[in-house]
């Protein structure tokens, strides 16, 4: 009998619609899209640790030159399904980058949402079966109109959930006024795709960070501990207890909470305000619960040490492969060929759980096609 194909799927991928990249255009404050002196290539500044080099280059046609060069990558299918064909990725769950519609307008976010989420509907529809997506809500919205942007992405071919900061309506993710919204999501069957975008106060990284160490303290520290901050204020809220249909693939492997979870669950057991409002007694569900029962990782953690803390965790049949494409690309090789990012990741895998193994096919892609639903239309 002939062995089944494995088949590759990528869940965390990005993109920025043509029409999303005209909007970054149009702005003077962070997220925008600016060409400089220095350089005919557009830049992409998003974060708030790239203000002080965008503010230097702004001023000084020799200063370094901030954010990231714009490439076809970040907006262009073609050059999405170039990438998947270069990787041996099957199928892609695209989904738009940060900082998604947080900073627009609530009179905007609704119109400007359903948008872009068609057009996500629309590029999935000239690859059927190679892509799907994750939505993103108008969280600047009213109410009505978040809830209504639900029903709408449901109603799409190819959406299987939706993408979501840290930030929430404006005060993270235990706001009692989001519960309606995971709510309606739950009913949906709609998978909550949370990723960070605004890391830790820039103090936090010292006076030197800005001109000597590039990106590496927000991404590689500032991300993950806001992905665990953002869940561990959920698990403290309740709202996994709220919503037990809730279902969460946290980005970056979970940030630390693989590793911090028996911290978490200490701090939890010994805190005397929490055991004295009853909060600690029977009937508790532990964060290792929650990690194995409402939680999935994705596997972009570039190591095998992390990513065994991951399968520790939540399981390996809870763990999904993927990219952060059009992040990370090659700094000195050809961006149309094979990205070290991409091979990291896929090596960690085969390494944390053994190249062929069972669990490795279903990292790479058996989990996503059946917690997804890849093989329905
Ligand atoms: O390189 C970066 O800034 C990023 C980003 O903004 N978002 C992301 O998903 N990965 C890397």
Redesign the pocket.
Same mark, same amino acid.
Request: hydrophobic share 45%.
């Given at each position: 009998m002939a062995a089944s194909k494995v088949r590759v799927v990528d869940i965390h991928t #990005?993109m920025y619609p043509p029409s999303y990249i005209k909007i970054l255009e149009s702005r003077s404050t962070i997220p925008l899209v600016r060409t400089f002196p220095q350089t005919p290539d557009p830049r992409l500044i +998003? +974060?708030e640790a790239e203000v002080k080099s965008l503010e230097e280059a702004t001023k000084d046609a020799t200063a370094k030159l901030p954010g990231?060069p714009l490439t076809s990558h970040f907006a262009s299918l073609a050059q999405k399904v170039h990438f998947m064909d270069t990787h041996g990725i099957d199928i892609s769950v695209i989904s738009l980058?940060?900082p998604w519609l947080d900073f627009l307008s609530a009179s905007e976010s609704g119109k400007i949402g359903e948008s872009v989420n068609e057009e996500f509907s629309r590029m999935c529809g000239e690859h059927p079966g190679r892509l799907f997506f994750f939505a993103t809500l108008p969280l600047t919205a009213p109410l009505e109109t978040v809830l209504a942007a639900v029903s709408h992405v449901k109603g799409l071919k190819y959406c299987r959930g939706i993408i979501l900061g840290t930030s929430g309506l404006g005060k993270g993710l235990d706001d009692p006024a989001l519960l309606p919204i995971f709510e309606a999501l739950a009913a949906a069957h709609l998978t909550v795709f949370l #990723?960070p975008h605004y890391g830790l106060p820039n103090e936090v990284w010292g006076p030197r960070a800005s001109e000597e160490y590039g #990106?590496v303290l927000p +991404?590689a520290l500032g991300f993950p501990m806001e992905t665990t901050i953002a869940v561990t204020r959920m698990y403290l809220s309740g709202v996994f207890d709220k919503v037990r249909d809730l279902r969460m693939i946290l980005a970056h492997s979970g940030g630390t909470l693989p590793f911090l979870a028996g911290r978490i669950e200490s701090c939890v057991l010994h805190d005397g305000q929490l055991v004295r409002e009853g909060k600690v007694g029977k009937g508790r569900r532990t964060v290792w619960e929650v990690l194995k029962e409402q939680i999935y990782l994705d596997a972009v953690i570039y190591s095998e040490v992390g990513l065994k803390a991951a399968i520790d965790a939540s399981g390996a049949d809870r763990l999904m492969f993927g990219t952060?494409h059009p992040?990370f690309p090659p700094l000195e090789t050809d961006e149309q060929g094979e990205w070290e990012s991409v091979s990291l990741n896929a090596d960690a895998v085969a390494k944390a759980v053994g190249e062929g193994s069972g669990e490795a096919k279903a990292i790479m892609g058996g989990n996503a096609i059946s917690i997804l639903r890849l093989d329905q239309d």
């Open positions: #990005h +998003l +974060l990231r980058a940060n #990723h #990106h +991404l952060d992040f």
